[in-house]
Structure formats: C-alpha cells, structure tokens
C-alpha cells in the first residue's frame, strides 16, 4: 500500500523553517526517489509572525500538497505551537524546542522536548543553523528520508561556504536523536 | 505530477516551473511589476533572461509592464508579463489592445484573494471571469489553468504556442498554492518540447495584409523592423491596419477575431478525465482545487462511490459542449472551485437544466480540503443516486 | 486636382486643391504676397514675386503646397 | 522642393486635422529631420498614444504603433529593449505624455532609455474637443474649465530634466527648420531625448479663447518667442507669456539598453 | 419617454440629464478624465457644480478619478465619475476597492465601440459583462442602463439611492445613443424626487463597527471629520475595519457583502414589460436597443404577431428569477444588444433550456434598426409558432 | 516621556515592522509633530497606498484610508477637495509614491494641493520582499536587480519641486527631531508639501546589500548625512553617496482647493 | 394616426447643423409641443469631415430617434450628399445648395436646389448662418414646424448677441422658399 | 510583560518586553551605556548613568521605552 507522510515545521520568521522544508522535500524526491511537495502559509505581510511550513512525502503522486494529517510536528516557538499544533494525527510525533516551547498538553502523540537552539549555539555555534539541527533530530526520529539523502540535499541547498557547518549542524541534531534511544 | 523525463528531477515551485517553461518556450522579454504571489517569476527571470540574451524589465506598473510586452512582441520576440489580481486589473486596458491588434503576449494571473487587496498571500481563484471580461467590449480570449508544478511548465510553454498561432495574447491563470508549491518535477529537454513560431509573411511589402482576412483566420504577422512596415492600431481598422468606420469593414475585422477562436475552439480546449468511465457523478474542476478534487475522487472510490473529475486546463474558450456530451453519461455536476462558483454559473449555462449541479465553494483563503468535497460527494450519493 | 502654374521662370509652386484646407498660412509667410486665397483654397497670384524662399512650402501644415527651384535641380 | 512622398502614406492623405492645425507642420519637420540624417525607413519606428497628434503615425511609412492612451512610452520601450537597432521616436500630446501618461514619461526619462520623443504641445486636449490639460495656461477657458483654468501649469521640458532625460529642447511650429534642426539632434542623441513642439490648436483651443485662426495663433507664437540664451539673461516677470525656445539639455549619461546589453554581455555565456 | 411634470419642456441630450440627475440626487463631488462620449457630462458639471458648492477636479487619468470620489465620499459626500470603455477599465482595480471597503458612488460608463480604442463615437453595448466582472476577485455588483433621456435622470438619481442604502459602487451604463441624442423632457423638480442619504452612525465612537454584521448587511457609514475615527482598508478585514487572516471574519464579511446585494435584490431589481400581457414572443433588451425593440414590438403588432418586451433597467444583479417566470408562459426569447449576446448568455442560464433563446446582435458601430429586429420576430413566428 | 498612547490604536500593536526597521521612528515624529501643533484627532486624516510604510494608517486614532498601490494621492486629493477643513497627512512609500503612483505624485504637486506628504524612502520595495525600486542606488542588489540596479535613480524631492510643490524637505530617522520639526512644517504649509524620510529596511534591502542590522544602516545614514546648506557648498563629486537634507523649498504659491473656493464664491449664488 | 417626421441635415464640420438640428427639434418639442429627437453622427475624430444632424419629430414617443425612412433630406456639400442621401422616403424632399452640390440623380423625389450658402453671404453677409438660413428653407417648404416656433427656438438657442443675424437668416430662407410657390 | 525598573533616581525606564524587538537601536543611541540587550530584549543595566535625553525612547521604532524624567513632571 502507498503511503502519505505529512511533516509540519513551525517557528518564527526567520528561522528557515521554508529552507528546510524544502532540503526535506528534495532529500526525499530527489535523492530518495520518492514524492514530496513543500509548501508554507505567510502572514498578511510575508515577513514576521509565526511561520509554518509543510512536507509531504509519499510513493505516489501527492495531489493535495497541505497537510490534513500531520505524522511530525516541530515548533520551535510556542507561539507557532500553539497555532499549529492541530490537525496531528492520533500517534505523531511532536519535536519542540524544549526552552521556547514550554507549554504542550500532550495526549496520544511522542512528544520529543529537544533543546534544538541551544544545541545550535553551544555544539555548532550559531542559532542561525537550529532548522538544519531540527533536519538532523527529525531524520533521526522518523527515518522518513535516509540520512544521505537529507546530506545531499543540504550540500545543495544551503549557500556556498557553509556546507560544513551546516553539515555539522545536522549531524548534531541526528547524534542528539540517537541519545534517545 | 511528476512525469518522468530524461532530464534530472528537481523540486521547484509553480512559479518557477512557468518562468522555466517561458525560457524554453523562447521567451526572451519580460516586463513586469512585483507583486504577491507572482514576484517569484520575475525574480527568476531577472537573473536568468539575460544569459539567454533576453530581456529583463522592471517596469514603473503593471500598465507599463504590458505596453512593454505588447511593443516587444511587435519586434517578432516572445513576450510575457506576470502579476497577481490588482496588477491584473490594471493591465485591462491593454489586454483588450492586444486582443484588437492581435500581438501575441503571455500574461500570468496568479491568483490571490480578492477582491481589492484582499488576502495577499493567500488562494483564490476569484479571477476566473475576469479574464474572460475583465476588458472593455466583445472579445474573445483563452485562458488556461495548470494544477502542477510540472504541468505549469508544459502550458506555459502551450500559451506561448497558443498565442503565437492565433496571434492573440494568453492569460495564464495560476493560483498561490500553484505558484508556491515546490513539486518534484522532470523538466523535458528541449528537443522534447514543442515551440511553435508565429507566421511570418512572405511574400512582397506590397502585398503584405497585416490584417488579412485569410482562410485560417490568423493573419501572418510581419517583424517591425524587418521590412514589412505597416501600421497597428486599437481603433477598428481594415485588412490593411488603418482605422475605418465602415460597418461592412468593422464587421469583417469583429468576426474574423471572433472566429479564429471559435472555428479552433477543438485545438485549444484541453481537459483531462480521471475515472470518468463509469463516473456517476461528475467532479469538475481546473487549478489546485483540481487537486483535492482528485484526492477527494480517490477517496470517494474506496468508499464505492462512482466519482470522476474532468479537469479543465483550457478555462476560456470553455468547453460547454464536452460538458454537454459528458452530462448524458453523468447524473450530477458537482464543480469545485475557490471562489462563489464562477464556472460553476458557466456549467450550469452548458447543461442548460438537463442534469443538476453542485457547487463546493471556499473564499476565506483556505484551500479547499479534500474533504469537503467527500462529504459533498457523499451527501449527493446518498440524496441524488 | 492639381494647379501647375508654369512660367518661364525657374519657379514653380504646385498647390493641391484636394489637400489644401484653406487655413492661409502659405499666404502668411510668404514674404512677397505671391500667394492669395480664392474660393478657400490658396492660389497663385504673382509669381514673378516668387524668391523660392519655400517659407510656404515649410510652413503648410497639408503638404498641399510645392515650390519648385528648378534653378538648383 | 523637399519631396516628402517617399516617407509618407499618401494615399492616406489628406490629413484628419483641422484647417490651420500646426500638427502637420512638426509632421513636415520630422520627416525632414529624419531624411536629413539618413535613416532607413525599416530601421524607424514611431510609436504614438492617443490624440489628434498621435494620428501621426497613420501617415508615415515606417513601423508604425498607435496605441492606447498615455502609453506610448511603455509600448516604445518594449520595441527598443527588445529590438534596440530600430530608431524608436514617440510621437505624443500634452494630454497623452504629461497627463494620463505622465509617469511613463518620468519613468522614460528616468531610465534615459533611447527614444526620441516629439511632444505635440497644444495646451488642450483637441481630440475630445477642447478639455483643459496641465500644460492649459491659468486662466485659459477650456469646455472643463469655463471659469479658466486654475492648476499650475507643467512645464513638461522642466519635468523631463529633472526626472533624468539627457536631451530637451522646445521649438515651434513658427520655425519649422529650427523644429527639424532640434528633432535631428534628439534622434541623434542616444538616450532620452524630448522635443516639445508647440503648435496651435485652433478648433479646441483658438476659437474659445478667441485666439483667431491657426495662422493667427502661430503669427502669436512667432511674437512670444523668446530663444533660450536671451531667456537666461530675463527676469521671470520679463518671461511671463513668452515660449523660451532653444536647447536646454543635451548631456550624455548612461543609456538604458547599452547598459542591459553589458549585462547581457557578461552572462550569456553562462546560461 | 416625455412624461409630463411641473417643470418645463427641455430638449436635453442623456449626457445632460445625467449630469442633472445627478445634481438632483445630491452629487456635490465629480473627478472624472474625458473620453468620447461621456465628455459633456463633465462639461456640464464643470460649469454648473461651483453654483451648488460642489466641488469639479479634472484628474490626470481614470485611475487618479475613482481614487478621487472614493476618497471625497469617505467625507459624507454624494460622489460620482463619468467615462467611456477605455477609462472604464482603467478605474477596475479601484471599483473592486469601493465594493470592498463599502464606499457609496456612481460611475458612469457611456458605451462605445471596443474592445479597445475601438469605435470612439459610435455606440455600443459591449461592457455589459465587465461591468459584471472587471475588477478581480469575487463580488456583487448594481449596474442600470437608461433607455430615455428622461430615464437617464430617474436613474441617475436611483444609482446614487442605491449606492447611499447599500454601501456600494453603482454603475451606470449608458450608451452612446443616449448619451447623445436630444429628446424632450419634463424634468421632475426637487419635491417630486426621492433621495435617500447613506445611515449615518449615532451611538458612540466606542461602540461603532464601520463593517458590523447588521441584520440589514449594510453597516452605518460615519463622515471622516465627524468624530468617528476608523480604519477603511482593501484587505480583508474583521467588523472593526481592521485587516484579519482568519478564516471565519473573512467569510463574515465575504458573506455579508453577497448578502447585502443578493437578499435585496428584489428591492434592487427593476424592469418594464410591454404588452407582455399576450406575449408569446418575448423581447428582452436595455439602453437604446430598447428603443428599437419596442419600435418592433409595434410594428410586429401591427402585423399581428403577439410580442412583448421586457426591458432591463437594473443590468445586475440579474432578474433571473423574473425571467424564469416569464419564459413559464411565453414561447421564445428575443434578446436584443450591442454586442455579441453577452445578456443573452445570461438569459440562456435563467432560462434553463426551458424555451429557447434567439439573438439579434450588432456589433459594427450602427445601432440596431427596429426593422432587423422585426425580421427576426417574424421569422420566428413563421417557423415557432 | 511623550505620551504616544493617546494618537495611537495601542491595541493593535506590537507593530507588523521588522526588527529595526526604521518606520516606527518616522510614525513617532509624526505624532509628535501632530501633538506640537495641537491637531484635534477628528481633523487629521491620514491615506495610505500599499506597502510596509503604508501600513502606518491602521495604528494611528484618526480618519484613516489604506488604499491601494499608487492611488492614495487620489484619495487624499478627493478628501481635501470634499472637506477641506481635514488636515490631509499621505503616507507612503517610495515605490508607492514614485514607481506606481508617479502620476498622482507630480499631478498633485503640480496643484499644490493642501496634502502633507510623508514618504518613506528605504530604496527597495519591503511589503513584496526587495525588488528593485527607483529610488534604490546604482549598483546596489536586490530580488529582481540580481546583477546590481541599473537605472538612474530618482530624485524625488527634485522631482516634487520641479512638478509644482511648495514645501519640500528631507530627513532621515537617525535624526527624530529634525524629522518631526519638518513634518510640522510641512503640516503648516498650506500646500503640497512632501517630507522624504529616509529610513532603513534591513529586511529587504539590507540583508541582499550586507549593510547589516537595522541599526548599523542607522548609523549609515548619521555618517551620510549633509545639510542642504553645506551641501550647496559642495561639488557633485563630493556629494556622491551622501544624503542631503534640509528644507529645500518652503514658498507660497497660490493653492489648488482655495483656488476652487473662489470660483464657488463667485458662482455659488447663481445656481 | 400618429406621424413620424424624418429630417436628415448634412454637410461639413463647421457648417453647425448639429445646432440646426437642435433648433428644430427645440422648435418642434418647445413651441410646437410636439415630441422630437435630435442625434448626429461623428467622424471618427468628432471634427472635420461629413456631418449628420437627424431630427425626427412625431405626436407621439419617439422609440427609434435614428432617421430610417427620410422625409426631408438637405444636404450643403457634394460629399455629405453622396454619403448620407440613402433611406430617403419615397417622394420626400431633397433640399441642397445649389453650387456645392452640382449632381443630384433625382428619381422619385421633390428636389429644390437653392442657393442656401449664397443667400447667407449675401443677404445675411456671413456664411456662418447658413444653416439658419436652412432652416427657414426647410420650414418654408416642410411645414413640419410652425416659423413661430423656430423663431423662439433660434432666439434662445443661439450665441447672445447674434440673435438679430440669425432671425434675418431665417426669414432670407423663409422668403427664399415662398418665391419658390 | 512590562518591566519597570524603579530606583531612587528621578528617571524611570520603561520598557515593554512585548513590544521590543530587539533592533538594539536603543543602545546604541544610548551615550551613556544604560541599556544592554539580554536573551533577544533591550534592558536597563545602568540606570544611575541615565542623563534622561531620551534618545532611545526618540528612536525606538516600536514603542517600547519609555523614559520618564519625574524632575520634569
Ligand atoms: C483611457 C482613455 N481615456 C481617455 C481617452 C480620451 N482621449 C482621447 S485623446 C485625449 C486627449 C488628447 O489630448 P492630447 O494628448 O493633448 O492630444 P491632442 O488631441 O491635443 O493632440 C483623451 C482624453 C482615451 N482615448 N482613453
Ligand atoms: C496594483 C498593485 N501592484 C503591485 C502590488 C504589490 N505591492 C505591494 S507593496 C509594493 C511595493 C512597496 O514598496 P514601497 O512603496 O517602497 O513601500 P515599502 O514596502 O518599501 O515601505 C508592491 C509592488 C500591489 N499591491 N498592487
Ligand atoms: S517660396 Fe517664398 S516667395 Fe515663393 S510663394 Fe513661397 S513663401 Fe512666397
Ligand atoms: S498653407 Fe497649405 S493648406 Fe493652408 S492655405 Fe496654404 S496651401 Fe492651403
Ligand atoms: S482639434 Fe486642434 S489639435 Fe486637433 S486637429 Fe483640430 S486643430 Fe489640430
Ligand atoms: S521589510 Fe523592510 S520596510 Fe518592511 S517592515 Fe521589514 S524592514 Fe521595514
Ligand atoms: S534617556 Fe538617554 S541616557 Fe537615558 S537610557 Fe535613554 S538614551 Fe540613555
Ligand atoms: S529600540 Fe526599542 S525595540 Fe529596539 S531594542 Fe530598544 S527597546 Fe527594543
Ligand atoms: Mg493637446
Ligand atoms: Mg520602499
């Protein structure tokens, strides 16, 4: 049987939560050869505000490319979790940024407490990288796409120069991940 | 959505799908005006048309941005402008200029919530009948509506086609969630692709009816520059271009543009059916709501339901007879669009009361969730079946 | 349509009857009253007058007037 | 004799405009100017908006657009950009260039884009029959204006400078071969350039001002000229009711094409 | 077309009594840019405004114009523009705008020849659908169309009652016909004519919502500078005035904007019918074509054929429903119009395919002779009948 | 402490701005400006076109109109011309005002009609994410100049003055006071008056140029900074890349809807 | 039974017919309380060219204010005569002036050329009123309209100050068609 | 939301945490080194320093410093 997966990245402006949506999308469409779309909602202003960000990965052709159903939820602010947090389904998986995000009234979802920015500034040294930190946690959480498809996909993606530091960012986040097992 | 090709697969958005198809259509000018959810294509084809040896042009406005178009093209280039509903209305005017002096122009719509400012950022497809009429007087005009990344590409590259053999300019009618989705896609190489090129005339300067009233109805369509000079104007004019007030003149020149489209109404109208064969109830729709109305047949069919989509990527001319011919086979319409039923009114107009037909409608600039349209699906089969 | 007026000078100014609207300009500059206005259309009246100055010719806003130089063809 | 036949669309003729309407004597004017220099016929293309002078365009054999009103400018760029051999000239009134298409006019300027541009200044809007314009002077009756107009008036070579052209001049149909002279040298000139012609509309504006018959109104413009060099020496209570006629500008700066052709020029390769 | 009042015989011409229409409905503010044939009405006003403390500004376009009286009816003042085809589609970005933020005015478009610069003095009846849809996104809209010079008063003065009770933009479609032509009129003087001012509010600053949800739909409107401070955008906004994204304030407002047109429309919808009560033919046409029709209609009559007319003077929202019962008890419908059926189209969609709907069209500049409408009725009641 | 609360919609706040975007600080002159000259809030009216500047109408307490991209000189003309009593303030932006709404800009300079102008001039188009504006400098990046803007960039205060204004000024944020001085000025001028704020966008246009946060382009502007007196003193050469502020024009002429006002006194009995 | 009246006056720009025109119906409509229309045709530029003033007049409402079936056509110029003497009613009235229009192929109908442009020059002294002196031809001969009426319809219709000119050009028409009995 | 620091000064600092931004345009106008930033907020460090010229509430683009001078009220 085919299968839809739907991933929602939450935060505020300026956290690349679009950049990353998108390295998850093309992780799994291009080097994972599956499906995938990648979409987010704006503000009335396209700057500020809580921002969210939508994958869909599936085997087949993905017609309806918002998420309806939500498999993995990650909000870096409360703010964008408190907006965004519905429409889960029974059973995802939540990942929330454990200092931002105090507030979550867990029933029936995994819910992940991840110190994502500090890890970003403490392990790799700039919070500008905590979305890629997050890719790292989410691959890591869900399996969804395969680790070398998401380091692909940010050696693509991401600006000239900062391969490394990026590519280090997302190991962080995957090493941070396997601790919990 | 992402039929395979040979090139390599990339996950680009709708609106970079069209710039894209635009450059391998030949495009090599454009002229436009920023504006939510269309900068995109600008922004692209900013960086890009110059190493094609194109033209970029940031214009003063969307009235500008089309004059620019409409004077290139007359140069014997590929044109195109792109904007969002405000912009879109602004450009009226001149889109009625050419339709009238028959310069073939492309003109992205993609569309956002209206009216007036609206919701920026959001979706609509509330332009619908704008395109048709948005223009001042009797017209004629095509209109198509892509409803993927992939699929924007291949009717970019159409209303290129479209307008170069019909001499007339092509509204693209895109929408946000379109034009902002990143899609995977396998771009087709170039010799894949299909580029048809103006008529251009032949014969001596002479001879040359910049206006003729040929067999085809299209008449060929002189470079400025290379040779042929002859005069355009928006005033009603003769074969030979020049204004006149002779009503058998005007009349010749008002049905030849009438005709050209309506006499090729077959070659231009393109839909696509899905699960059709044995469809109760029909679902029509075009744009992304075309989307979740496939999603919502899908899952309609589990539920036993015969359901099926016709799919209009050609809105205008519109395909009142394939909807008249599919309604002896259906028992209901249900259409599904992002705005108050526009086509909708239009289907109801082809049925003209044989069969019913349903409207799932949404304006608030949330898309249209698949299951809306399965629960109408449902109710209907309850009800009507 | 046309008034040639020819005369053995080198002159010769050919005014169109069909273009000329009658508006007296050509009259106006011309700086030797070679030109009249008869029946609302301009017409020569004197052109042994005539220097071939071509302020008429310049100034007609209906191309209906032409001075002809024939000494400098 | 100058044979102008050879540019023209005769059997178009005669002219659409009015007895003693001085369009047909920049026509005259422009025709020269372009034989003078030598242009091809298929190398110019005259683009026009809408208005008695914008009829221009249907008498002239070259590429010719008459298109909507106030945007001339748009269409002409298009044509240059896409096209930049062909010599682009606009053909355009006061209502056309500086009313409704006033900010395509600035924005031309602005960009110094290669066009020439013959600005048919008759102060009124003839074609529709006489409504006041921005170039009408204070205190000129017009059928919108039946007190007299009240607005300060453009001085649209003043607007063209400011907003960044690198040719003006103003000249009048009083002296077509001043008209022809400064029209050569705005085609010549590469980027924008603005001539302003002033011509008398004697059926929309003369007859309600009882300013007489065209060549009435053109004998006026004879009287109130005033060459630019004198002008710069007048007090402006000494310039009140004069046309100061002459060259105002005529500076080369960055031209919009040339400078999009190095771009283009940098990144083709790339592609 | 003369009937008869206090005040005195006048030959006037439809662009005159427009203008004095709208004097009497209390216009105390017109912008407007000329264009053939609309001109005269700002001539009019331009001299005859100043003796009535009103207000003329000639603006440097269209766009400028309905920016104008948008912005001078915010203030508590009567406003209105006049244009032609070309102008008309200029002002659809702004139109879309008043309809949005509910701001009373009446623009007035004398048709002309189109599409484009077209037939500039000759008459036409092509902007009937733009006048529908011009301006982006989804909406309602008033539109009537005079068919006399006296009626061209009466409804100038309706337009500006029904902008004033429902908030919104009326248009006026005249045609170049009546605009221009000179007839006899009894025009009413002051205490025979109804006028009715916008609801102003009268509660306090706090309480007052310029976009409240009203039983009627149609919220009080406060005159900036009287002390109710408030917001007018084109965004979406909540019942504040405010802009909002959220889904549930916007189709609020969306629904109250339909509504406030669609639950009135009997209020708003208004037509004459001649020598209907036998009809077997129906003739439905509006403006001058009207004027033919019902010359038809008496010649048909004289040859003993049963027809009648219908005459539109509300264009939109459409009488379908009236139509509907009509076409219960006569044969066929003739629509008549200068253009290529586009009320016609609509009749057809009323209609249903209960009886069929047959045309008579000109689209050449010469307005349509009572005698080719004769034909086509006899033709008809030779083979339908 | 100066108490904004009173002309401002507290509830609306915290404001749509970036971080460091330099349009607040323009919105505090204003008030103050507003609060010096002891307007009564029901006098002020306040019309905005489309853009991040424009957006400044929905969180001030007077009469106030976010209209559409362009045209808010329009409306404002139509309020003034209606209740000429309104103190009419447009706020808008620099592609608002001189790429879309060039037209509107110069016709009502031209009238010198009573409108207090504020236009914000951050060289880029914020509200749509950093295109290319008129007013953005050569060579300088943004979304849809990939290679670096091209074009002669406006001189829009040169531009007001050239069509017709009356008061026109220049200031910059980094300077609160002299900002809010200019706008009082301005307000007090019957007549079309324009103040060109300049102010920084970090988001759009500072981000793509590496002009760095909201406050270092603060700082930018401090170090740029000439007086128009001292600027008149200088050569062009010295003059590149500074910002020239100062009044550069402040006179009286004769003003459009008081103008009107006559021709209603004079007709009005005659009706 | 009720009457419709046709009248066609055409010529060239300048020669003020539209304001004939209006003057008759005024006449008709005014003073005569009769109904009447008046409507013009433009050239493409609404100046210059051949010109067309059509009044109708009737008893009754006018529906179709556009002349059809013309009963009196007068025509000041060769070219306007060309292009504007078709519709003519069977045995209606051609009116022109006889030197302007020298070929008038006249069958079937009651033709009067007169010499209406030299009249004005010299019994009147001004060209310009032709058209007035038109209108007492036309009144002479139709009778469609009372010469009271006309009179009142010049007086209040024409440029103050010109009254006296223009009611002398009516009565030179006036005189001119009754020597025709 | 609002932290209010109060000493025995006659200057009080306002500043509104919901509103801050966190541009830092307040301190660096600050001659006095009063105000630092801390966790993404602007905040008083220094408040003996203040010489109340109110250059930061002056530039403070989002409203949120308020400097109140009690010698002056
Ligand atoms: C959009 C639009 N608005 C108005 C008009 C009507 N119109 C045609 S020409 C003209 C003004 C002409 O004035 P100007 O440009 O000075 O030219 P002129 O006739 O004086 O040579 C106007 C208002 C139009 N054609 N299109
Ligand atoms: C007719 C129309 N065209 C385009 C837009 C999109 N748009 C909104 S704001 C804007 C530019 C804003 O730039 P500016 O005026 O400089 O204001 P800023 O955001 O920089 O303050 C544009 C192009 C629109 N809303 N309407
Ligand atoms: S050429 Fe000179 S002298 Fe001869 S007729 Fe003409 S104006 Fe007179
Ligand atoms: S100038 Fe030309 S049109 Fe005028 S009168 Fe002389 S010849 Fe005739
Ligand atoms: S109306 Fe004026 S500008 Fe137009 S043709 Fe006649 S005289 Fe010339
Ligand atoms: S995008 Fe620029 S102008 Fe707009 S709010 Fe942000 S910083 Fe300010
Ligand atoms: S008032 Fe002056 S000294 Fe005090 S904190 Fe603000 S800037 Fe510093
Ligand atoms: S200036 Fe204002 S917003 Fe910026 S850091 Fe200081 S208090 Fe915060
Ligand atoms: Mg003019
Ligand atoms: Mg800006």
Known sequence: MSFRYEVRLSGEGGQGLVLAGKILAEAAAIYDDLNATQSQSYGPEARGGASRSEVIISDEDIDYPKAVNIDLLLALTQESFNKYKDDMKPGGIIIVDDYAVRDVTENGYKVYKMPIIQLAREKVGRILVANIVALGIIAGISKIVSEEALKNAIEARVPKGTEELNLKAFQVGLEASRNLN | MSEKSNGKARVITGNEACAEGALAAGMRFFAGYPITPSSEIAEVLSAKLPKYGGVFLQMEDELGSIGAIIGASLTGTKTMTATSGPGFSLMQENLGYAVMTEVPCVIVNVMRGGPSTGLPTLPSQGDVMQARWGTHGDHQIIALAPFSVRETFDLTVRAFNLAEKYRTPVILLMDEIIGHVNEKVYLPSEDEINVFDRIRPTGSLEEYLPYEHTKSRVPAMADFGSGYRYHVTGLAHDETGFPTNKASEINKLMDRLDQKISMNREDIIDFDEYMMEDAEIAILSYGSTARSSRHAVRLARENGINVGLMRLRTIWPFADEEIKKISEKVKLWIVVEMNRGQIAHEVEWAVAGKIPVFKVNRIDGDPINPLQILEKIKELANVQL | MTLTVKEKKDVEIEISEAWCKGCVICVDYCPHDVLIMERGKAKVANLAACTACMLCELHCPDFAIVVRDKSKE | ?271
Chains 1, 7 share one sequence.
């Open chain 4, 1 to 271: 004799m100058f044979n102008y036949d050879q540019y023209l669309r005769i059997t178009k003729f005669p002219l659409i405009w009015c007895p003693g309407c001085g369009d047909g004597i920049v026509l005259k004017s422009l025709v020269r100017a372009i034989d003078k220099l030598g242009l091809e016929k298929d190398s110019v293309c005259m683009v026009s908006g809408i208005g008695c002078a914008s009829r221009l365009t249907g008498y002239v054999d070259f590429n010719t657009l008459h298109t909507t009103h106030g945007r001339a400018m748009t269409f002409a760029t298009g044509v240059k950009m896409a096209k930049p051999d062909l010599h682009v000239i606009v053909i355009t009134g006061d209502g056309d260039a500086t009313a409704i298409g006033g900010n395509h006019y600035i924005h031309a300027a602005r960009r110094n884009i290669d066009l020439t541009v013959i600005l048919f200044n008759n102060h009124i809007y003839g074609m529709t029959g006489g409504q006041v314009s921005p170039t009408t002077p204070k205190g000129m009756l017009a059928s919108t204006a039946p007190y007299g107009s009240m607005d300060h008036t453009f001085n649209i070579s003043g607007l063209a400078q400011a907003a960044g052209a690198s040719f003006v001049a103003r000249a009048s149909v009083h002296n077509g071969v001043q008209l022809e002279n400064y029209i050569a040298k705005a085609i010549q000139n590469k980027g924008f350039s603005l001539v302003e012609a002033m011509s008398p509309c004697p059926t929309a504006y003369g007859r309600r001002n009882r300013l007489g018959a065209g060549v009435d109104m053109i004998e006026d413009l004879k009287r109130d000229a005033v060459p630019y060099s004198k002008a710069k020496k007048m007090t402006p209570e000494e310039l009140e009711g004069k046309v100061v006629t002459g060259i105002f500008i005529n500076e080369e700066h960055p031209e919009c094409r040339s400078e999009y052709q190095k771009i283009i020029d940098r990144f083709q390769k790339e592609k």
